[in-house]
């Protein structure tokens, strides 16, 4: 029989177990984008960065053909990374350029963990490379999105196969915490909740307003 003890898994992400790639959220990607509403995939994105910049995640932005063609990031990426240098490219696959896992090797985490448009070409690229080369990937998926949404099952379902693991934004923020007691990061954690979480952040709001509550008890 096994035998239980209060330890956590060890598939479980960390603050510092992993590193983030954010690929391609560019306006002319988003255009094309219907597996997910903007608006939605915009929020989702902007709690996913929020949450690696408060855990302090080693993080990576990359996009495509920026000047020529793509555009710029998502504004809510250069807002929680302002003076992060972005890497243009010309590769489809971010992990075909030698100037991304040049970065990738600096990082020197085994785990990489991947979101960004379109999940059926520019995620699925570097996430099966990624894996052959051997490390072990996770995948935000609602944070990434494709021309329809067959389009973005498909691939999420090809990474799967492959050995990723998928996530959500929501999901990421509540591993990375785990713990209510984690004093130092709790309201960094609630406060992304609150202006991203959705329904869970509106209740979180409530009960603080209403009865002065907290997930941990003691905040």
């Keep these: 029989?096994?035998?239980?003890?209060?330890?956590?898994g060890?598939?479980?992400l960390t603050p510092d177990n992993h590193a983030l790639i954010l690929v391609d959220h560019q306006s002319q990607m988003a255009f094309a984008t219907h597996s997910i509403e903007l608006p939605l995939l915009?929020?989702?994105t902007a709690l996913l960065c929020k949450a690696a910049a408060g855990f302090r995640v080693p993080t990576?932005?990359?996009?495509?053909?920026?000047?020529?063609?793509?555009?710029?990031?998502?504004?809510?990426i250069k807002e929680v990374f302002p003076e992060a240098k972005v890497i243009d490219r010309t590769t489809m696959n971010c992990w075909e350029d030698p100037n991304v896992t040049d970065q990738v090797n600096r990082f020197d985490k085994a785990r990489v963990v991947f979101a960004g448009l379109w999940t059926g070409v520019c995620i699925?690229?570097?996430?099966l490379s990624a894996i052959d080369q051997g490390f072990q990937v996770y995948v935000i998926t609602d944070a990434s999105g494709d021309v329809s949404q067959e389009a973005h099952e498909r691939a999420v379902q090809?990474?799967?196969?492959?050995?990723?693991?998928?996530?959500?934004?929501?999901?990421?923020?509540?591993?990375l915490q785990r713990d209510w007691a984690r004093g130092a990061t709790y309201a960094m954690t609630t406060g992304v909740a609150v202006a991203h979480g959705g329904g869970y952040g509106l209740g979180v709001q409530y009960a603080k307003s209403m009865f002065n509550a907290s997930e941990g008890g003691g905040h």
Excluded: C, D, W
């Design 124 to 127: 699925v690229g570097p996430v």
């Design 10 to 12: 060890k598939s479980l």
């Design 158 to 175: 090809r990474m799967v196969q492959a050995g990723a693991i998928p996530m959500t934004s929501l999901q990421y923020l509540l591993e």
């Design 42 to 44: 915009r929020n989702n």
């Design 1 to 8: 029989m096994p035998n239980a003890s209060p330890t956590p």
């Design 60 to 76: 990576l932005l990359t996009t495509v053909a920026e000047k020529s063609f793509s555009g710029p990031l998502f504004p809510e």
